[in-house]
């Protein structure tokens, strides 16, 4: 329940303008990359904003047939890497929207 005397027209446009807000900010995060490191640059996972995998790089020397295990590891250290970018960058858009309304 909202407290008396709250302005509903402009409690809607403020959520309103918000919503927008949202969108355009959920948009420059899918056209937004981020890149992702191991082994000293071994391996390069490039990702979106919004968490979806466009590349993996894997440079040759990374490639040892006897050891698939480490290869492996730098893999998925590199996706774990650009994610943690890509979500910092998502709290750094989204974040000073969620308090918007004041809820």
């Known amino acids: ?5 709250t302005d509903m027209s402009g409690l809607l446009a403020q ?5 927008s807000q ?3 900010a959920q948009e420059e995060l ?9 082994g000293g640059g071994l391996v390069t996972a490039v990702m979106s904003g919004t968490g979806e ?7 040759p020397e990374a490639c040892d047939p006897s050891d698939t295990e480490s290869l492996a590891d730098l893999v998925v250290a590199a996706i774990r890497d650009a994610s943690k970018k ?3 960058l998502a709290a750094a ?6 308090g918007g309304l004041g809820f």
Request: a negative charge; zero cysteines; proline letters at 5%.
């Open 93 to 98: 858009k989204m974040g000073p929207l969620a």
């Open 53 to 59: 995998l466009n590349s993996l790089t894997i440079a």
């Open 15 to 19: 959520a309103q303008a918000m919503q």
């Open 86 to 88: 890509g979500q910092e």
């Open 30 to 38: 899918a056209r937004t990359t981020v890149e992702g490191t191991a």
């Open 1 to 5: 329940m909202l407290p008396e005397g």
């Open 22 to 24: 949202m969108m355009q």
